[in-house]
T-cell receptor
Framework: GQQLNQSPQSMFIQEGEDVSMNCTSS?????WLWYKQDPGEGPVLLIA?????ELTSNGRLTAQFGITRKDSFLNISASIPSDVGIYFC???????????FGKGTRLHILP | EADIYQTPRYLVIGTGKKITLECSQT?????MYWYQQDPGMELHLIHY???????EKGDLSSESTVSRIRTEHFPLTLESARPSHTSQYLC???????????FGSGTRLTVV
């Protein structure tokens, strides 16, 4: 089946640092999405990208849909404690109702 | 605020018991999904539904069953719980082809 390779698996950073994570696939996706899961909760959509090359921001978060349609990245600027959680990339194939999730990037902020 | 509700939030149950995890959404979404997730780990799709009377198995084999008799309701049932079923179960719904899933807060199941 289709797979998304998400990296890094975990990140340990200091508060205030910028964060970068990415997702790649051998398949071409029509839509790329980034979700965040807080501890003990379900994932919540952060950013959705629908067009190759698209760069979208949501506050301190910026995500891009790769030109090849096979990758996407998410950047978080000036991290704060509430950024802790698991970030999942997800891709949607053309006209497929289901989305495929990456294995997640676990973000930890050191005290 | 979330418009998809899962109950119970936590459940500890003995081996061999039958359990039903409830999931309801008030958004009129036609598509609904069940994911299984061990703490801090990846999401595994175990069941999905495209509408009333439609149910399909997901990518991860599961001994659970689901039903979709009403648009807003998508319960998951385990006929005989086992310790290997201990996990978090997340319900989600969506509409159209946007990829925008709304997730519930999950049910944390422990089978002893």
């Amino acid at each position: 089946g289709q797979q998304l390779n998400q990296s890094p698996q975990s990140m340990f950073i200091q508060e205030g640092e910028d964060v970068s994570m990415n997702c790649t696939s051998s398949s071409i996706f029509n839509t790329w999405l980034w979700y965040k899961q807080d501890p003990g909760e379900g994932p919540v959509l952060l950013i959705a990208l629908y067009k190759a090359g698209e760069l979208t921001s949501n506050g301190r978060l910026t995500a891009q849909f790769g030109i090849t349609r096979k990758d996407s990245f998410l950047n978080i600027s000036a991290s704060i404690p509430s950024d802790v959680g698991i970030y999942f990339c997800a891709g949607q194939l053309w006209r497929d109702d289901k989305i495929i999730f990456g294995k997640g990037t676990r973000l930890h902020i050191l005290p | 605020e979330a418009d998809i509700y899962q109950t119970p939030r936590y459940l500890v149950i003995g081996t061999g018991k039958k359990i039903t995890l409830e999931c309801s959404q008030t958004m009129g979404h036609d598509k609904m999904y069940w994911y299984q997730q061990d703490p801090g780990m990846e999401l595994h799709l175990i069941h999905y539904s495209y509408g009333v009377n439609s149910t399909e198995k997901g990518d991860l084999s599961s001994e659970s069953t689901v039903s979709r008799i009403r648009t807003e309701h998508f319960p998951l049932t385990l006929e005989s719980a086992r310790p290997s079923h201990t996990s978090q179960y997340l319900c989600a719904s969506s509409i159209g082809l946007t990829g925008y899933y709304t997730f519930g807060s999950g049910t944390r199941l422990t089978v002893v």
